[in-house]
């Protein structure tokens, strides 16, 4: 039996739903990294960077790579960029009407006094 469309969506967005793999999504933007870099860059413990770049790696998202003792991290493929610039873009956006309403709220509270 099939998962519907927007099933398969839902879980892909809830695999998204974590911020180190948000992290990882957008480090990973310029290009591959060696887990070391990762752990700098995102300054957890080895085994939480660990077990959230296995859900990426499971969820074909990521591909990792192995040279000699080094483990590197790679998108999966251009669209995961994407993903991550759309996202940007619509929480600016979210945010920019969140900005507006605020001011709007804070100007009538002000004309109240």
């Known amino acids: 039996m099939s998962v519907p469309p927007y099933q398969a969506k839902a879980e ?6 974590h911020p180190v793999r948000i992290r990882v999504l957008e480090l990973l933007q310029n290009g591959p990294m060696p887990v070391r870099d990762l752990l700098v860059a995102i300054d957890v413990e080895p085994s939480a960077l660990s077990q959230q770049l ?4 499971r969820s ?28 940007r873009r619509i929480l600016i956006e979210v945010l920019s009407g969140q900005g507006a309403l605020l001011a709007e709220l804070r100007d009538v509270e002000v004309a109240a006094r």
């Open 12 to 17: 892909f967005f809830r695999m998204l739903g």
């Open 54 to 57: 296995a859900v990426l790696r």
């Open 60 to 87: 074909g998202i990521v591909t990792a790579s192995r040279e000699g003792s080094t483990v590197g991290y790679a998108p999966a493929g251009g669209d995961v960029a994407d993903l991550m610039q759309a996202a």
